[in-house]
């Protein structure tokens, strides 16, 4: 079955930065566009960055651009997520997302757990 696996959250102090990964397995990856969603305490799930199965088409959450970066590397069917200057703002709960299609909606069909990323201030 299909598994999306994320990795590297924790705690870090305003202005720091975390590299998180999503490591999918289960389909074919590079057929699969992908997303990272992110879910603080009380508030909706949202979208903050998607890219195309190419890579050649990304979309950004506008709070978080020129300070996240989405990527990935098709032959190890991972997904990543750069986050610098990060802000206490940004704490919340990551998921990375894989769907078929390219989408900048909330429409992503398949789902991992989460990571928790806290930024202290």
């Known amino acids: 079955q299909v598994q999306l696996v994320e990795s590297g959250g924790g705690l870090v102090q305003a202005g720091g930065s975390l590299r998180l990964s999503c490591a999918a397995s289960?389909?074919?990856?590079?057929?699969?566009?992908m997303g990272w969603f992110r879910q603080a305490p009380g508030k909706e799930r949202e979208l903050v960055a998607a890219i195309s199965w190419s890579g050649g088409t990304t979309y950004y959450l506008d709070s978080v651009k020129g300070r996240l970066t989405i990527s990935r590397d098709n032959a190890k069917n991972t997904v990543y997520l750069q986050m610098n200057s990060l802000k206490p703002e940004d704490t919340a709960v990551y998921y990375c997302?894989?769907?078929?299609?390219?989408?900048?909606?909330?429409?992503?069909?398949?789902w991992g757990q989460g990571t928790q990323v806290t930024v202290s201030s």
């Open positions: 289960g389909l074919t990856f590079s057929s699969y566009a």
């Open positions: 997302a894989a769907d078929r299609s390219y989408s900048t909606s909330k429409r992503y069909y398949y």
